[in-house]
């Protein structure tokens, strides 16, 4: 999940990095891509990975929370899990200023769904998302 829409589609197109949109960018297994507003009940509680106070209350330096190795990442995440987190937000590695969430399954019943939009090239978020990855048009 994202914040922005953008860093959400940014997630999807990323393996089409330097490529063409042809209408497969925004197919999985044969389905098309779209975007839903997810709305999450405020009592969820969230942990904040950008916050610098919630990294030194656990330890945790930046470097070891963005890696992409897992062995680190999911030690951490299951402390959290197991203190009772709904789910963790930090930043997009594609831009800082973008925020992902990351929900655990507890979650699920403080979900509401909101509106859902069929994903098109020429979708807003899509053109961005593509200008940022050199996705050149069709």
Same mark, same amino acid.
Not at 41 to 68: E, F, I, Q, Y
């Given at each position: 999940?994202a914040i922005?829409?953008v860093?959400?589609?940014?997630?999807?197109?990323?393996?089409?990095?330097?490529?063409?949109?042809?209408?497969?960018?925004?197919?999985?297994?044969? %389905?098309?891509? =779209?975007?839903?507003?997810?709305?999450?009940?405020?009592?969820?509680?969230?942990?904040? %990975?950008?916050?610098?106070?919630? /990294?030194? =209350? #656990?330890?945790?330096?930046?470097?070891?929370?963005? *890696?992409?190795?897992?062995?680190? +990442?999911?030690?951490?995440? /299951?402390?959290?899990?197991?203190?009772?987190?709904?789910?963790?937000?930090?930043?997009? *590695?594609?831009?800082?200023?973008? +925020?992902?969430? *990351?929900?655990?399954?507890r979650?699920?019943?403080? %979900? #509401?769904?909101?509106?859902? #939009? #069929? %994903?098109?090239?020429?979708?807003?978020?899509?053109?961005?998302?593509?200008?940022?990855?050199?996705?050149?048009?069709?």
């Open positions: 999940m922005e829409p860093a959400a589609v940014v997630e999807q197109l990323a393996r089409f990095r330097g490529s063409v949109m042809v209408p497969q960018v925004l197919l999985r297994r044969g %389905l098309p891509l =779209a975007l839903a507003a997810l709305e999450l009940d405020d009592r969820a509680k969230l942990v904040d %990975l950008d916050d610098p106070g919630v /990294l030194a =209350a #656990r330890r945790l330096r930046p470097s070891h929370v963005a *890696t992409r190795q897992r062995s680190v +990442t999911q030690p951490q995440a /299951l402390a959290f899990y197991r203190g009772g987190a709904a789910g963790l937000r930090w930043w997009s *590695t594609f831009e800082s200023l973008w +925020t992902n969430v *990351t929900l655990f399954d979650a699920a019943p403080r %979900l #509401r769904l909101g509106s859902v #939009r #069929r %994903l098109h090239a020429e979708d807003p978020a899509v053109r961005e998302a593509a200008e940022l990855l050199g996705i050149a048009p069709a």
